[in-house]
């Protein structure tokens, strides 16, 4: 099965690049890394940054791709 057919059968569909909310997930993204960079890291709080760390790499990654 090719792309076409796969179109045709409802399985794919296309979608329209979105430049405005890929410009907000970026400044999100961009927010949520700058306060990981600034936050003064330890052993109890580390497990609260991680997450937003992963989120923003996350994001980025979706935007871009």
Avoid: H
């Avoid at 179109?7 to 405005?20: A, F, L, P, V, W």
């Amino acid at each position: 099965m090719d792309v076409v057919e796969c179109r045709e059968k409802g399985i794919i569909r296309m979608s329209r690049i979105d430049t405005n909310m890929a410009k907000s997930i970026l400044e999100m993204s961009k927010i949520k890394e700058t306060i990981v960079q600034d936050a003064k890291l330890d052993e109890i709080n580390i497990n609260g940054f991680l997450p937003m760390a992963y989120d923003s790499l996350r994001e980025v990654l979706a935007v871009i791709k």
